[in-house]
């Protein structure tokens, strides 16, 4: 049975979906500053990462590659989570001289006791197309515990200004307009980045920052950011008509998502298009409140 968050999922869980996932990685650090990890967030102490809502499991990879170049003899402990092991990879992720473990888990339940206090950096990326606006608060207190005190939290997400050009046409819009209205009509968060950082301090991070990033001042990134807008719409647009029922027909929603986003690549090749990445980044205090003996069921 689909849990509140696997209901909201407006992407799918195949091969091709897996693909895609992998595709965006490189571009999505690219837009962050070019590393996994935040750059402000210190690593030298950085032994333990959980990763929740893993999907293939490779930003957790890139990040303990990462933290290996920088610290090669520090032993890590690295686990992904994921509501589905449908994407996760065959056989054991390996990164270097450090294991992977991937383990189902629901954001939205309290994770098993040994995973209490456990980790350093916990992160997250782009649920903002998973879950209800309803469900953030518990997901964000289920994350607190999972960090030892003085660790972070770093979550990547973006807002429904993410899909967008500098010069917008009715193609734009309307394809902006088919999210939003999914995003109203399933109980999404259009504004997740900004409700998360209101949620850090309430939960009892501190050190609370949101960085807006994006790809508006960096030349480079234009042809990468018109190939993952076309692919994430691709993905996304189909499964929002459904979910919200504006199209009934599962096949005619592909055809109508494959028209706009061919005429919005095509508009790319002219204008530039922008994809807004935020990012939060969060400590618990170190002398922390504890949130496992409330957390909501």
Request: net charge neutral.
């Amino acid at each position: 049975m689909a849990t509140p968050s696997d209901a909201a999922y407006l992407l799918g869980r195949d091969p091709e979906e897996s693909k895609r996932l992998n595709a965006q990685h490189a571009f999505l650090v690219d837009v962050i500053g070019g590393t996994p990890i935040h750059p402000s967030i210190p690593t030298a102490k950085i032994r333990s990462i959980a990763d929740a809502a893993t999907g293939t499991g490779i930003w957790l990879a890139d990040a303990a590659q990462t933290l290996h170049n920088r610290h090669p003899r520090h032993k890590l402990s690295l686990h992904g989570f994921d509501i589905s092991p449908a994407q996760f990879p065959f056989g054991s992720l390996k990164a270097p001289r450090h294991e992977i473990q991937l383990t189902v888990q629901d954001i939205l339940q309290p994770f098993p006791k040994e995973h209490w206090g456990r980790y350093d950096l916990v992160h997250v990326r782009l649920l903002v197309g998973a879950m209800k606006e309803a469900d953030y608060p518990r997901a964000v207190r289920n994350l607190y515990d999972l960090l030892k005190p003085g660790g972070y939290l770093q979550w990547d997400d973006c807002d429904t200004t993410a899909f967008c050009t500098d010069d917008p046409t009715p193609i734009d819009m309307e394809m902006r307009q088919i999210v939003v209205d999914a995003v109203q009509k399933l109980g999404l968060c259009g504004n997740a980045p900004q409700y998360l950082h209101q949620l850090a301090a309430q939960t009892g991070f501190v050190d609370a920052r949101l960085y807006a990033n994006s790809t508006a001042d960096r030349p480079h990134l234009r042809e990468p950011a018109r190939t993952w807008l076309m692919q994430v719409l691709r993905a996304l647009m189909p499964h929002a008509m459904v979910k919200s029922g504006e199209v009934v027909d599962e096949k005619k929603a592909i055809e109508r998502a494959e028209r706009l986003v061919e005429e919005f690549g095509q508009h790319c090749t002219s204008a530039l298009p922008l994809v807004n990445l935020y990012v939060l980044v969060a400590r618990k205090p170190l002398r922390a409140r504890s949130w496992c003996s409330c957390t909501v069921m």
